[in-house]
């Protein structure tokens, strides 16, 4: 295992992980002091009994190695977390899973490996050739071979293709020297070494575990062994386990069924069901095969499709392919590839189960031109042909050909008469080929009589080359001819194929033309190294195809709540699919089956209802993992009788005869009562088509009368990616959670996790991404410390909370409280991330740059506090830390959810706009810098300077065109149910319009730009007004903009108070048009005695007219721009220092007569050009107002 230098070197800095770890060490001390997730149930007379609770839960861990981050990702969902804050009393234990075979295989590997090769081990370095076969495989392991003397050295055992270890090498890989490796042959010794490495790195998450509820399963933990026992009594006694013949998947090598949690892959597989066809061999020329047929000799075809055997013309053979013939116990010869042979061996076939009897060995190309009796087919023989495309590893290497309804078949038929030289290669006469044609055997409405043909010639497939087409006419004709399929021929002419399958099936079956073949889906291998067959084994299995119990469990489904909602239909699914599942084994760890103690009860029957077990384990086993420990209630595990677990697990059990005191049983049921059934179980998706299924039946028939017992609500994930790549030791893309948490911290790593996503796709855990969490906290924590410092010397603002930006930031903090309750509930937990931290982390960053009056104090600290609450449940150390720095006196496990205020949705959409009116301004003055370099005017030096002045622009309405079109799409996109109608209705009603006649051109641009800003702003975006005052908002946040922006003088002015064109016509409500300049700062005076006017500042534009000035005036001081006339100091520079004379206010001034007359730019301020004069007039400027 990595150290942490190992882990951190690569890195080019560790201060701030450091700094996160140290808090996270002394936060986990504090949590065990104060034994802060302990939680007993209180007292039923209590008003703590009536107090809101919550148990959550996560799938056991196996034992058999350290925890790697995919595990951390499902269960560190954050909900736990959440709902103490929400006032519940929260329990999560946790256990840890020790049943079935992958331990005891790999102690038993690792005795093997030291018997063989040594201590310490030395293994073969290279690989032997094919010539060493039977040597390898007499070397193989076999768990049975466990315990015989082997001759040391002598034998020579091949690495696995692929990279695969031998088991002590895998144990180096965990850091482990020899002399520890070998304590592992024991199978008890993982028991004690890996529970223990768990707890210690789960705690080092920060996982709120009330540990002393924990254990391990098998008979190493009696209490454990004694709860198993009780619950297949109990389903026992209600018929629930049964005896007999099932198929199921079986590993030959370990001589026992193969369940999801034993297989190295294949998870989730199970049995496919075909027909074998049993072809009889009625003539051959091949000496190998003819001496064969003194018995019947049968080439057995796999199909799905039995009723489509009436059309059979031949049946394919791959000619390069080694096949066998083998005996059955109705001595007859079957042949197919070995591998299904031995598939076949261990379905009762053969006189000895798991013996493949081969009596000659044979290839492809002995069998081509045999003749064949085919069941039911229409022609009386029929021949084997070649096909070079037959695989190995599904079927039994013999395809039969029906070209009428299979179109690679009919591609097939069509190739091998066009190439004479291909029949002429395997000696295949005319007469054995060119006679066959498709023969109609089944109506499909869409193709006719002859479907596959159809589908040929309809796609015009030229040759069995051309896969893509193959691949669409299957999918074209497959689901038509069983949906809609009528059979044209045989005893079930004119029925349906979908009701007839089974029937043709049968008859094939009872007149000895077919028998049932079983094979698994895809390939199965055991953690053993075993590719699985499926078998039919006696077995006892849990009845799950039972329709009453089934029936009970689909009501139990609607009771629960799934997450994601749309994982329902895959439990739907599993539900109707599940049959007998064999819940015993032979080999392994585990507990015995009560009713026959030769089995084991396997890994996925054990854990289904342990769950309960969680609410009493403490009292029974002490806190220690194998229950060694002295019980608190002083109850040994053999007092534990099925009738004791009765009293404690159900509501109306009656008291059991047994020596325990009466107040420890009621302790023990009180436990239970109060805190079970578990409120959420958490796990990933490959859990869903069994573990999860299958608690839910078991929660059913061991509580059918208490509803209340069973499951609440499922949260379904998907597997967790690492940098975008499926995690793999081979590849080093791969990190167990020790590392994990060394290298990212515990918070970053949970933020991380939390980042990763929700749904049942798989997630993606970033590196770059947890470095970038890293900073965002180590960042906060720097901040609040900056901001407790600066409360302390009062340099944040006092007073009233009153100005805009105040109560924007209030109403976010509100809105982010609202929005992260609402997805934590709802166990969005990327979702709660980004509205309880990134974005009010955005809203925080956004406060102080806009806040130019300074940010408030109560402001700051109702962030800081609100930040740490919201974040809690993802990063719990730092918050914890946090909330110390703010002075809180008990920890925040204990503090409640932060209590939200009203949210101004208007005042949050006014802020946005501001923010957007902003951006939008940057972007047009860099737009205009970089367009007057792209013109040429790099050098003049004026051209290409930022702008240092301004006007904004806001309209009040939009143009009476686009109006009409507003209210017509928001029409219409909320009758619609939030649609858009097509393009060419939108064209259809504004066409001949009279409004919209002129703008015609410009309709559909602005039509798909609503469009688009509906998707980003939702329907508000079809407004005609604004909810707020536009230029109320920009006015009170000028200072910020002109800073902002780097100005030195910005105004803003309604578009009808202006004459520029531009401007009226780009300006419209929400969106305001913006022109930068280099201007200057004027100064405008009113020398009107007792008047409302008043002096003022504003700027002028380069070149802009008298007209425009007095508009703006016109706005400023809200009188008719005809009434203003605008005079100049005749002495421009010192004219406005003079002292006025009273009677005469407009003594040494002049009036401008001329309103097209313009102001330009200069040194000394601005130059009035009028006539072709230029008159220097500084920067005042006299107005009055006529009465």
């Not at 770890?21 to 986990?28: D, F, G, H, L, N």
């Not at 269960?75 to 999560?92: A, D, E, P």
């Not at 492809?364 to 064949?372: N, P």
Request: glycine share 6%; charged share 25%.
């Amino acid at each position: 295992m990595a150290d942490m230098t190992t882990i951190q070197e690569s890195r080019k800095g560790t201060a701030k992980v450091n700094t996160l770890r140290a808090i996270e060490i002394e936060i986990q001390a504090q949590w065990d002091r104060e034994k802060t997730f302990e939680n007993d149930a209180p007292d039923p007379d209590s008003e703590d009994w009536k107090q809101p609770r919550y148990f959550t839960c996560f799938p056991y861990p196996y034992m058999n190695g350290r925890l790697h981050l995919g595990h951390t990702f499902s269960l560190s969902k954050f909900i736990s977390g959440y709902q103490r804050l929400k006032g519940k009393r929260c329990l999560f234990p946790f256990g840890l899973h020790c049943t079935g075979m992958p331990i005891k295989a790999s102690a038993d590997k690792l005795k093997y490996e030291m018997e063989t090769f040594g201590f310490p081990p030395v293994f073969p370095c290279t690989e032997t050739g094919a010539g060493d076969a039977k040597e390898e495989n007499k070397s193989e392991f076999n768990p049975a071979d466990v315990g015989e003397r082997k001759k040391k050295g002598k034998s020579k055992v091949i690495a696995k293709t692929g990279g695969a270890k031998f088991q002590w090498e895998i144990m180096r890989s965990l850091g482990l020297k020899d002399d520890e490796i070998k304590e592992f042959a024991d199978a008890k010794h993982w028991l004690k070494y890996f529970p223990p490495l768990a707890k210690k790195d789960l705690k080092s998450m920060g996982l709120k575990v009330d540990w002393r509820r924990s254990f391990i399963t098998t008979d190493a933990n009696p209490y454990y062994n004694s709860f198993v026992r009780w619950q297949f009594i109990r389903l026992k006694e209600q018929g629930r386990i049964k005896f007999g013949k099932r198929y199921t998947v079986f590993s030959p090598k370990d001589g026992q069924p193969c369940m999801d949690h034993d297989r190295a892959s294949g998870e989730g597989v199970g049995g496919q069901e075909y027909t074998l066809i049993k072809m009889a061999v009625v003539s051959s020329d091949n000496e190998k095969l003819s001496k064969l047929m003194n018995k019947p000799v049968y080439l057995i075809a796999a199909t799905l499709r039995p009723e489509t055997m009436y059309g059979q013309t031949n049946c394919w053979i791959r000619p390069d392919m080694k096949y066998v013939a083998f005996r059955t116990k109705n001595d007859e010869i079957y042949i197919s590839t070995y591998r299904a042979a031995r598939n076949i061996s261990y379905q009762g076939f053969t006189p000895e189960e798991g013996v493949v009897d081969v009596v000659e060995n044979l290839i492809g190309e002995d069998l081509i031109g045999t003749g064949l009796k085919a069941p039911l087919s229409h022609y009386e023989k029929v021949y084997a042909w070649p096909m070079f495309t037959i695989l190995e590893g599904k079927g039994t290497g013999v395809v039969t050909s029906v070209p009428s309804d299979s179109t690679d078949d009919y591609a097939a038929l069509c190739d091998i008469k066009r190439k004479k030289d291909l029949r002429a290669k395997f000696n295949l006469a005319d007469e054995k080929v060119l006679p066959f044609d498709p023969v109609p055997i089944i109506n499909v409405p869409e193709f006719g009589d002859l479907s596959a043909v159809a589908a040929y010639d309809q796609l015009k497939i030229a040759s069995q080359n051309d896969k893509e087409k193959l691949a669409k006419a299957k999918e074209m004709t497959y689901l038509g001819g069983f949906y809609h399929g009528v059979m044209l021929v045989g005893e079930f002419k004119g029925q349906k194929v979908q009701d007839v399958k089974k029937m043709i099936q049968k008859f094939l079956v009872d007149t000895n033309g077919a028998v049932i073949y079983m094979e698994t889906e895809k390939k199965v291998m055991s953690r053993s190294g075993d590719e699985c067959v499926m078998a039919l084994c006696d077995q006892w299995y849990l009845d799950y195809g039972d329709e009453a119990w089934k029936a009970l469990t689909r009501k139990c489904l609607e009771r629960v709540n799934t997450h994601p909602e749309n994982s329902r239909k895959g439990f739907e699914r599993t539900i109707t699919e599940l049959h007998e599942y064999a819940c015993s084994r032979s080999y392994g760890l585990g507990t015995l089956l009560p009713c026959d103690e030769h089995y084991l009860i396997e890994s996925l029957s054990d854990s289904t209802i342990y769950m309960a077990f969680y609410t009493v384990c403490h009292l029974l086993q002490g806190g220690v993992f194998d229950g060694s420990g002295e019980s608190p209630l002083n109850i040994k595990a053999d007092q534990m009788t099925p009738e004791v677990w009765d009293y404690i697990f159900h509501d109306n059990a009656d008291v059991p005869q047994t020596d325990i005191p009466l107040p420890s049983l009621k302790k023990l049921k009180q436990e239970f009562q109060y805190w079970y059934g578990f409120d959420l179980r958490s796990s990933g998706k490959d859990l869903l088509p069994n573990h999860l299924t299958y608690l839910m039946f078991n929660h059913v028939a061991i509580w059918p009368d208490e509803p209340h017992r069973w499951p609440r609500n499922l949260r379904i994930n998907g597997h967790l990616l690492l940098n975008s790549e499926k995690m793999s030791k081979q590849t080093g893309n791969f990190l167990t959670l020790f590392e994990s948490v060394e290298k990212f911290s515990a918070d970053g790593m949970r933020l991380a996790l939390a980042d990763a996503g929700d749904t049942v796709e798989d997630a993606n855990f970033v590196e770059k991404m947890a470095d970038g969490g890293i900073l965002r906290l180590y960042t906060f924590l720097e901040w609040t410390k900056e901001m407790l410092q600066l409360a302390k010397q009062n340099r944040l603002r006092t007073g009233s909370i009153d100005t805009f930006n105040d109560k924007v930031f209030a109403s976010e903090i509100n809105n982010a409280i609202m929005q992260t309750d609402r997805n934590y509930e709802h166990m969005l937990f990327r979702e709660a991330l980004k509205t309880g931290f990134y974005e009010l982390q955005s809203a925080r960053d956004k406060y102080r740059e806009i806040a130019i009056e300074g940010m408030h104090k109560d402001m700051v600290f109702r962030f800081i506090e609100v930040q740490t609450l919201l974040l809690a449940p993802i990063c719990p150390h730092i918050c914890e830390h946090i909330w110390g720095l703010l002075g809180k006196q008990n920890s925040i496990m204990s503090a409640s959810w932060p209590s939200g205020g009203p949210v101004d949705k208007t005042l949050l959409r006014a802020s946005e706009y501001l923010m957007n009116s902003a951006h939008d301004f940057r972007l047009r003055i860099k737009n205009q810098i970089n367009l007057a370099l792209k013109k040429g005017k790099q050098n003049s030096k004026a051209a290409a300077t930022k702008p240092s002045h301004g006007i904004i622009y806001v309209a009040r309405t939009f143009p009476a065109w686009q109006e009409l079109v507003l209210k017509f799409l928001k029409l219409e996109y909320e009758k619609n149910d939030n649609t858009f109608p097509e393009n060419k209705v939108i064209l259809d009603r504004f066409k001949g319009d009279p409004i919209v006649a002129k703008n015609m051109k410009k309709l559909m641009p602005l039509v798909h730009y609503l469009k688009e800003s509906v998707a980003k702003e939702g329907v508000q975006a079809l407004d005609t007004k604004m909810p707020f005052d536009e230029i109320a908002i920009l006015q009170e946040n000028i200072n910020y903009l002109i800073k902002s922006l780097e100005l030195i003088g910005l105004r803003v002015q309604l578009v009808d108070d202006t004459s520029d064109i531009k401007a009226r016509d780009a300006s419209v409500p929400g969106r305001p048009y913006s022109n930068f300049f280099n201007g200057v700062s004027v100064q405008f005076i009113n020398p009107q005695a007792c008047a409302p006017y008043f002096t003022f500042y504003a700027d002028i534009r380069d070149s802009e007219s008298v007209k425009d000035v007095i508009l703006s005036i016109s706005a400023e001081i809200n009188e008719p721009a005809d009434k203003i006339k605008l005079y100049y100091f005749d002495d421009g520079i010192c004219g406005s220092r003079k002292m006025p004379n009273l009677s005469h206010v407009l003594d040494n001034k002049t009036l401008i007569t001329d309103s097209s007359a313009t102001f330009q730019k200069d040194s000394c301020g601005l130059v009035l050009t009028a006539n072709n004069d230029k008159i220097a007039v500084g920067t005042d400027l006299v107005y009055v107002v006529d009465a």
